[in-house]
Nanobody, 115 residues
Framework: QVHLAESGGGLVQPGGSLRLSCTAA????????MGWHRQPPGKQREFVAS???????MYADSVKDRFTISRDYAKNTVFLSMNSLKPDDTAVYYC?????????WGQGTQVTVSS
Protein backbone atom coordinates (compact mmCIF):
# COMPACT_ATOMS: atom_id res chain seq x y z
CA GLN A 1 0.00 0.00 0.00
CA VAL A 2 0.93 3.64 -0.34
CA HIS A 3 -0.17 6.79 1.49
CA LEU A 4 -0.31 10.06 -0.43
CA ALA A 5 -0.21 13.56 1.08
CA GLU A 6 -1.00 16.56 -1.10
CA SER A 7 -0.30 20.26 -0.58
CA GLY A 8 -0.16 23.51 -2.49
CA GLY A 9 -3.77 24.31 -3.31
CA GLY A 10 -5.37 27.69 -2.74
CA LEU A 11 -6.99 30.74 -4.28
CA VAL A 12 -5.36 32.35 -7.32
CA GLN A 13 -6.42 34.96 -9.84
CA PRO A 14 -6.96 34.08 -13.49
CA GLY A 15 -3.64 33.96 -15.30
CA GLY A 16 -1.80 33.06 -12.11
CA SER A 17 0.24 30.02 -11.16
CA LEU A 18 0.26 27.33 -8.47
CA ARG A 19 2.34 24.25 -7.79
CA LEU A 20 0.81 21.20 -6.19
CA SER A 21 2.92 18.60 -4.40
CA CYS A 22 2.15 15.00 -3.51
CA THR A 23 4.48 12.94 -1.33
CA ALA A 24 4.17 9.17 -1.23
CA ALA A 25 4.95 6.91 1.73
CA UNK A 26 4.83 3.12 1.92
CA UNK A 27 5.48 0.72 -0.96
CA UNK A 28 7.32 3.33 -3.03
CA UNK A 29 9.32 0.88 -5.13
CA UNK A 30 6.12 -0.72 -6.42
CA UNK A 31 4.68 2.47 -7.85
CA UNK A 32 4.30 2.26 -11.64
CA UNK A 33 2.64 5.61 -12.28
CA MET A 34 1.75 8.79 -10.42
CA GLY A 35 -0.48 11.60 -11.52
CA TRP A 36 -3.35 13.94 -10.92
CA HIS A 37 -7.08 13.97 -11.47
CA ARG A 38 -9.48 16.79 -10.60
CA GLN A 39 -13.15 17.15 -9.79
CA PRO A 40 -14.76 20.49 -10.73
CA PRO A 41 -17.83 21.58 -8.76
CA GLY A 42 -20.86 19.53 -9.75
CA LYS A 43 -18.89 17.42 -12.24
CA GLN A 44 -17.23 14.03 -12.38
CA ARG A 45 -13.58 13.46 -11.60
CA GLU A 46 -11.39 13.81 -14.70
CA PHE A 47 -7.84 12.99 -15.72
CA VAL A 48 -5.30 15.84 -15.64
CA ALA A 49 -1.79 14.43 -16.01
CA SER A 50 0.29 11.32 -15.39
CA UNK A 51 3.90 10.25 -15.32
CA UNK A 52 5.04 6.66 -15.80
CA UNK A 53 8.47 5.08 -15.95
CA UNK A 54 8.11 3.79 -19.52
CA UNK A 55 5.48 5.97 -21.20
CA UNK A 56 6.59 9.27 -19.73
CA UNK A 57 4.15 12.15 -19.34
CA MET A 58 0.56 12.46 -20.52
CA TYR A 59 -1.80 15.43 -20.25
CA ALA A 60 -5.46 16.18 -20.76
CA ASP A 61 -5.98 18.42 -23.78
CA SER A 62 -7.49 21.10 -21.54
CA VAL A 63 -4.23 21.57 -19.61
CA LYS A 64 -1.62 20.77 -22.25
CA ASP A 65 1.00 23.54 -22.61
CA ARG A 66 -0.13 25.10 -19.30
CA PHE A 67 0.49 22.35 -16.74
CA THR A 68 3.67 20.36 -16.16
CA ILE A 69 3.97 17.15 -14.16
CA SER A 70 7.32 16.15 -12.69
CA ARG A 71 8.64 13.77 -10.08
CA ASP A 72 11.46 13.90 -7.56
CA TYR A 73 12.26 10.20 -7.09
CA ALA A 74 14.63 10.88 -4.20
CA LYS A 75 11.87 12.64 -2.25
CA ASN A 76 9.05 10.35 -3.45
CA THR A 77 7.18 13.45 -4.55
CA VAL A 78 5.25 14.32 -7.68
CA PHE A 79 4.54 17.92 -8.63
CA LEU A 80 1.95 19.62 -10.81
CA SER A 81 3.03 23.08 -11.94
CA MET A 82 0.03 25.01 -13.17
CA ASN A 83 0.40 28.20 -15.21
CA SER A 84 -2.06 30.51 -16.99
CA LEU A 85 -4.81 29.28 -14.70
CA LYS A 86 -8.41 29.76 -15.77
CA PRO A 87 -11.67 29.76 -13.79
CA ASP A 88 -12.44 26.40 -15.45
CA ASP A 89 -9.43 24.94 -13.62
CA THR A 90 -11.28 25.38 -10.32
CA ALA A 91 -11.57 21.92 -8.77
CA VAL A 92 -10.43 19.59 -6.05
CA TYR A 93 -7.19 18.08 -7.29
CA TYR A 94 -6.41 14.49 -6.34
CA CYS A 95 -3.02 12.85 -6.51
CA UNK A 96 -2.88 9.14 -7.32
CA UNK A 97 -0.33 6.35 -7.47
CA UNK A 98 -0.81 3.14 -9.40
CA UNK A 99 0.56 -0.17 -8.12
CA UNK A 100 -0.13 -3.32 -10.18
CA UNK A 101 -3.15 -1.62 -11.70
CA UNK A 102 -4.62 -0.57 -8.34
CA UNK A 103 -4.98 3.19 -7.82
CA UNK A 104 -4.33 4.83 -4.47
CA TRP A 105 -5.65 8.34 -3.90
CA GLY A 106 -4.74 11.33 -1.80
CA GLN A 107 -7.31 13.30 0.17
CA GLY A 108 -7.49 16.11 -2.39
CA THR A 109 -6.54 19.77 -2.36
CA GLN A 110 -8.78 22.65 -3.42
CA VAL A 111 -7.72 24.97 -6.24
CA THR A 112 -9.89 28.02 -6.84
CA VAL A 113 -9.25 30.38 -9.75
CA SER A 114 -11.20 33.57 -9.30
CA SER A 115 -10.79 37.33 -9.37
Amino acid sequence: QVHLAESGGGLVQPGGSLRLSCTAAGSIASIYAMGWHRQPPGKQREFVASLTRDIGTMYADSVKDRFTISRDYAKNTVFLSMNSLKPDDTAVYYCYASILGVPYWGQGTQVTVSS
